[in-house]
Nanobody
Framework: QVQLVESGGGLVQPGGSLRLSCTAS????????MGWYRQAPGNERELVAS???????DYARSFRGRFTVSRDKTDNTVYLQMNGLKPEDTAIYYC???????????WGQGTQVTVSS
């Protein structure tokens, strides 16, 4: 099992930035991949980006350019830097992790991001 703890959400004005953090209970090298998802009210959960232990980030098309994923292996933490935020970015953002590619996906508790003036 993997425990994931997200933080960094909050209220931000349109055009602002936020950095979300996701700290895993296992080393990043022991995980097949980690991902960031979001779920807006009334919508399905959607992939924002993923990052594998042996490769760089892979972004869903609609998030390229404004969102950046990075990681700190010394801290077992993956970050999601979000710039140029829009009201439609309002959602609960979740972190996920898999130990192996065909294994279960573990989820964090989610962190609320609200973009509003």
């Amino acid at each position: 099992q993997v425990q994931l703890v997200e933080s960094g959400g909050g209220l931000v004005q349109p055009g602002g930035s936020l950095r979300l953090s996701c700290t895993a209970s296992k080393s990043l090298e022991s995980l097949y991949d980690m991902g960031w998802y979001r779920q807006a009210p009334g919508n399905e959960r959607e992939l924002v980006a993923s990052i594998r232990s042996d490769t760089g980030p892979d972004y869903a098309r609609s998030f390229r350019g404004r969102f950046t994923v990075s990681r700190d292996k010394t801290d077992n933490t993956v970050y999601l830097q979000m710039n140029g935020l829009k009201p439609e970015d309002t959602a609960i953002y979740y972190c996920s992790a898999r130990v192996i590619s065909w294994g279960p996906k573990y989820w964090g508790q989610g962190t609320q991001v609200t973009v509003s003036s």
